[in-house]
């Protein structure tokens, strides 16, 4: 399995309070992702990093911002969480930009109250 | 933007038994089809992908085949077991940088004793 790893696993938490999702990966790849995963919707991307420092919006970002200042870590931060951020939360990495296999991490469940 | 849909949304099968998982995208610049199984409580995991440059692709008792005219795509399992229950996602993407795919709803395959 691709060293990923996303922390915490699980987190309730209460509209209006900031979250951050941590995933730290050990393959030194270039490319990481968060996806949220809601039923009927499939896997659906929040944002990217292409490097440190270097990252971008997907289709659902808005609420969200990242940060990756290290190769191994990427950030995922709710500044104020709300009851529709209720979800399960992927982060998946990739080796390159003609490489096609994503690999994910196990999720992280997030409940907001 | 891309769209995919993928159908069924579940699928029961009797083990032995063949199950077929259906796709269609909408943009005709895709060129790369991922299927990705998750079980649960993980990650999804790719397991087959096909280039828009091929017609099918088999990989012991799965097989994809992509139909470029008509924009869809299925998953063939074979001779079904019951380790093949799970959540099935089909993607496309027009390059191969995970910021460029789009992933269908998933289906939800149990494969009975």
């Known amino acids: 399995d691709a060293g990923i790893t996303q922390s915490p696993r699980h987190k309730v938490t209460e509209t209006g309070t900031p979250v951050t999702l941590r995933c730290h990966q050990t393959?030194?790849?270039?490319?990481m992702y968060w996806y949220r995963q809601d039923p009927g919707h499939g896997l659906r991307l929040i944002h990217y990093?292409?490097?440190?420092?270097?990252?971008d919006k997907g289709e659902v970002s808005d609420g969200y911002s990242v940060s990756r200042s290290k190769t191994e870590d990427f950030l995922l931060t709710l500044e104020s969480a709300t009851s529709s951020q209720t979800s399960v939360y992927f982060c998946?990495?990739?080796?390159?930009?003609?490489?096609?296999?994503?690999?994910f991490g196990e999720g992280s469940r997030l409940t907001v109250l | 933007g891309e769209n995919v849909e993928q159908h069924p949304s579940t699928l029961s099968v009797q083990e032995g038994d063949s199950a077929v998982i259906k796709c269609t995208y909408s943009?005709?610049?895709?060129?790369?089809f991922p299927w990705y199984k998750q079980e649960l409580g993980k990650g999804p995991q790719l397991i087959i992908d096909?280039?828009?440059?091929?017609g099918e692709k088999k990989d012991q008792r799965i097989a994809v085949t992509l139909n470029k005219t008509a924009k869809h795509f299925s998953l063939h399992i074979t001779e079904t077991q019951p380790e093949d229950s799970a959540v099935y996602f089909c993607?496309?993407?027009?390059?191969?940088?995970?910021?460029?795919?789009?992933f269908g709803a998933g289906t939800r395959l149990f494969v009975k004793a």
């Open positions: 998946a990495i990739s080796q390159g930009h003609d490489t096609g296999e994503l690999f």
């Open positions: 393959e030194n790849h270039r490319y």
């Open positions: 990093s292409y490097g440190v420092k270097d990252t």
């Open positions: 943009d005709s610049a895709s060129n790369y």
């Open positions: 096909i280039r828009s440059n091929v």
């Open positions: 993607a496309a993407s027009r390059g191969t940088g995970g910021f460029k795919t789009i």
